[in-house]
Each structure stands twice: as C-alpha cells, then as structure tokens.
C-alpha cells in the first residue's frame, strides 16, 4: 500500500466520530506534545489517529481540559474511564433491579415492561425511596443503558372476505341497530388457551439467545361473550378434559367464578353450545330481557331450538377476523391479562425462592392447576374494560356501530 493510500485510508477510518471520555482527550494532548516538532499537522493527525477537526478542537481547550481532570477527586477519576456518567435517576434502585433482571433471565422467566416497572417500584419501596417512580421515559433509558431489548422466540394471517364483510357491515348491522338497543346485542366466540404456557418474547440482554423450552400444550377452551355497550358480560364458559379434576375435588360448582365443563377435548362441541345457549336463554325469560346473540359460523354453532329469549344470528363465512367484535381485541386483552396474571404468579414464585436451582420458571408454570387458571382467568375478564369492548364492537363495524 503506497503512503499517500495509506493516509487516506487512516483520514477516511479517522473520520468516524468518536465519543471521547475526558482521560482520553488528556491522553491525546500528551501524545501530540511527545510528538517531534516540526510535524506538519497533517503527519499529527495521522500518527495520533483522530480527525483534524477534532485535534484542532483539543488544542484549542486544553487549559480548560486540564483544569477539570486537576479538580477531580480520587474517587471521581474511575469516571474518567467511562465515555458518559449514565447514571440513571436511583442507581440503587437501578443496580437492584438489574440483579433482579439477571436472575429472572437466568430462570428463563419471560420478563416484559409492565412486570420490570412494577418490580422496580416494589424495589424502590423495600429500600424505603416512597417517591420513586417507574415511568415508561425511566425504563427505556434503564434499558439503554444496561442493553436490554425485547426478543420473540410468529403468528399467520388468513384470508377473510372483505367484500362481503363489507357487504354485511352495509346492509344487516343498520337492521339490528333498528330492532336491539346496545345493551342486548351480543357476540360470543370460543378461544383455545394453554394456560401453562409462558410468553414467547421476553426482555433479555442484547448478546444473549433467549433459549426456549417445550411449549406447556395443557389447554382449555374459553367462550366469552359481552354485549356491545360493554355494561354486561356473560361469566366465562371453560371447557376443559376433566369433568371432575382433582383440584376440584369437594368444590361446589356454583362457587366458581366461571362456569365449567368438560369433554375428552376439551373443544367447544354443538352439544356443550346448546346447552349454554339454553340455560341463558332460560335466565333471561324470567327477568323479562331478550336479546341478539351474534356468533360466527363454526360448526359447532348450530341452530338451537326452542329459545325465547335469544335470537342467534351467524356472521358471514370467512369473515370473523373483520367483523366478529371478540376478533377485534377483546379476547387478545383477556389473554393480554391473564399472561400477566400468570407471570406475577411465576415472578413471586422466584421471589419467594420456591424456584429450585437446578429447576425452572417453566418447571412452576407446569404446576399451574385448572382451578387456578380458572381463578386467573376471572380475574382477567373483569380487567377488561368496557371501553375496551365497545371500541371493539365499534371497530367491527366501523361507523355503523357509532353509539
């Protein structure tokens, strides 16, 4: 390599910008001084390896440069060595939730925002800072800062029928709203849940895989059902395997905050539909109310003879995942918040030390019982909202839901 192509390869490698610590722009004034004089300033910029603009700089403040690293203490000199002081607002706080992230991760506990801000107030509280508070702007920096970042360890989308979704939209929803105020019209739709499984993404440090493990395939089925105005949601129907599983051994039924049954399964079947359909219908005969029950077309939904009460109506094929209300986020809220419901579960376990060493988050996430999904699960639907399901019935039906 010639000289001339040599220097131009270091101006142009020279060129980059570079976040100088205060020791190192001390170091570089040093350098240039040992340098023989004589040097003209571009054989200074290429032997010391830093932009001209940059050198020139230095030069030009170096009393100033000197005087501050002259008024450092002793202690202060370790953050000579740092490009920048990036202390957050508590470092205690800080530093105690980063253990905390250190081990969480090393149990393969799946860790999100929401669980990171709730811990780190918990943390804050146990070394008595009352006045500390988690906001979103203090946890991306905290997560900068300690190079954390959110990894997925997918998800396909099918065709839906647009054009008659849009057709239905037009020509059937202004029909109901004429018959059926908010309040009695409807949507009900089953949901697969493994109520085992752990997220598939956590917050994890940047240069660490996010190992995974077995996914936990214990299922249940959730029906959930809400009216469009929000104010009225039906208890959540689980299906599961088991009519009588042990952990509901001597339980009253009727104390459970769902309704349960079960097949071999586990599947919403027309037989188990029917059923629902007609023990609703016969609550609502005796307080006088009658409704609309939208549902989609699955074969599961049959008609259901004798009903007083509740007219069924089926969606158009192919076109749930536009126009069903549960299909617009109702029911990604209600799994949205019982994941959370089953990681504050896991995260005390760990807490609590209950997590063994030589076993996982996911070996605890194995023990989860039916009942206690199902405790988890009524907690997540009454967190829901009811603005949450009426811009969902709003969202499925664009302007002819306005209310």
Request: aromatic share 6%; proline share 4%.
């Amino acid at each position: 390599m010639s000289k001339r192509l040599a220097t131009s390869f270091n101006s142009i490698m020279c060129s980059k910008r570079q976040s100088l610590t205060l020791g190192k722009k001390i170091d570089l004034l040093d350098k240039l001084k040992a340098l023989p004089s004589g040097k003209s300033q571009r054989e200074n910029v290429d032997e010391l390896q830093v932009p001209r603009a940059t050198l020139q700089k230095l030069v030009a403040i170096e009393a100033t440069l000197r005087k501050e690293a002259e008024n450092l203490t002793t202690n202060d000199m370790q953050l000579v060595k740092k490009k920048r002081n990036r202390t957050g607002k508590d470092s205690e706080v800080e530093e105690s939730l980063l253990i905390w992230f250190e081990k969480a991760t090393a149990k393969n506990l799946p860790v999100t925002g929401p669980i990171l801000s709730e811990k780190a107030e918990a943390l804050a509280r146990r070394l008595g800072k009352l006045d500390f508070k988690a906001t979103d702007g203090w946890l991306n920096r905290w997560k900068v800062r300690n190079n954390i970042v959110f990894k997925r360890a997918h998800g396909e989308a099918q065709s839906a029928d647009i054009i008659g979704a849009s057709s239905w939209r037009a020509s059937t929803i202004p029909n109901f709203l004429s018959e059926y105020r908010p309040e009695e019209i409807c949507n009900a739709d089953e949901t697969g849940l493994y109520y085992r499984a752990t997220p598939d993404g956590s917050l994890v440090f940047r240069k660490a895989a996010l190992s995974g493990s077995k996914k936990a395939m214990e299922r249940l089925t959730v029906l959930v059902c809400a009216n469009m105005s929000g104010s009225d949601r039906c208890k959540l129907l689980v299906i599961g395997k088991a009519k009588q599983p042990r952990c509901m051994k001597n339980l009253d039924r009727g104390a459970l905050p769902v309704n349960y049954d079960a097949n071999k399964t586990a599947w919403m079947t027309s037989e188990l539909f029917t059923r629902w359909v007609h023990k609703w219908d016969r609550r609502l005969v005796r307080t006088g109310r009658s409704i609309l029950l939208l549902v989609d077309n699955a074969p599961c939904h049959q008609m259901v003879p004798g009903l007083q009460a509740i007219k069924l109506q089926f969606l158009p094929p192919n076109t749930t995942a536009l126009i069903q209300p549960m299909d617009q986020g109702i029911i990604r809220n209600l799994k949205h918040l019982y994941r959370k419901q089953l990681l504050k579960r896991l995260v005390d376990a760990m807490d609590a030390n209950i997590i063994q060493p030589e076993s996982s988050v996911g070996d605890v996430a194995r023990t989860i019982t039916v009942l206690e999904a199902i405790q988890m699960l009524s907690v997540a639907w009454s967190g829901v909202k009811e603005t949450t399901i009426r811009n969902c019935f709003a969202k499925s039906g664009k302007s002819c839901l306005q209310m």
